[in-house]
């Protein structure tokens, strides 16, 4: 069985610091990536996608960026964090190949700037 | 403009009622739809898919789709307390990799 895992749970950080928030899949080979960010009670949008292991694409600028260094890992990081970063962070994968993919999200990475 | 639409925004629920939720896409280029549910402080958790016309029932769950329209609904019969969530419809696009997600409908289910 799949299983996805992201860190950390949560994050409490200053205006101007870095970050870094991971995700890691199990059991899955060369699954499609993505991060996904909600503010609070508020729906989800969608930041970045990989379909393979270094390439990565943006949907939305939010001043992050994000990496695959690996097959089974996707890192979402900035160096200098904002207010407006304040959120849930989910990681979800789905089968590799385009079509009728569902998505799976992990558990998220809640993130409070101050 | 939000490409995946739902209404209503939130509904209350008697336990035991029945709650119907809507969702349009008002982009062409859609194809499949899903439902998530995602319980308070907790991530989303896939529902039910639905990508061909016609009704689609699992349990206490019923999901219709018009692929003409665009629009999909979501009804929950015979509603419980654990019910209560952020309902969010999303749509793929052809061509497309990602979900894109509507701004949720949040249910609350009273005893």
């Given at each position: 069985a799949q299983t996805i895992h992201q860190w950390p749970v949560a994050e409490i950080k200053a205006v101007g610091s870095p970050l870094s928030l991971g995700c890691t899949i199990k059991g899955k080979s060369s699954p499609n990536l993505y991060w996904y960010w909600q503010a609070t009670g508020g729906t989800l949008q969608q930041l970045f996608y990989s379909i393979t292991v270094g390439q990565v694409e943006s949907?939305?600028?939010?001043?992050l960026s994000a990496s695959r260094?690996?097959?089974d890992q996707f890192i979402l990081s900035t160096e200098k964090l904002l207010l407006s970063h304040s959120g849930f962070y989910l990681c979800a994968w789905s089968p590799?190949?385009?079509?009728r993919n569902t998505l799976y999200f992990g558990e998220g990475s809640r993130l409070i700037v101050v | 403009q939000q490409k995946v639409q739902q209404s209503p925004e939130s509904l209350i629920v008697p336990e035991g009622g029945m709650a119907s939720l809507n969702c349009t896409s008002s982009d062409r280029n859609v194809d499949y739809f899903w439902w998530y549910r995602q319980h308070s402080g907790k991530s989303p958790k896939m529902l039910m898919s639905i990508f061909s016309n016609g009704e689609k029932e699992e349990g206490r769950f019923t999901v219709h789709l018009n692929k003409a329209s665009l629009h999909t609904s979501l009804h929950i019969r015979?509603?419980?307390?654990?019910?209560?969530a952020l309902y969010l419809c999303a749509a793929s696009m052809q061509g497309g990799r990602a979900l894109i997600f509507g701004t949720g409908t949040t249910v609350s289910v009273s005893p």
């Open positions: 949907v939305v600028q939010l001043n260094p690996k097959d590799p190949g385009q079509g | 015979d509603s419980q307390p654990s019910d209560s």
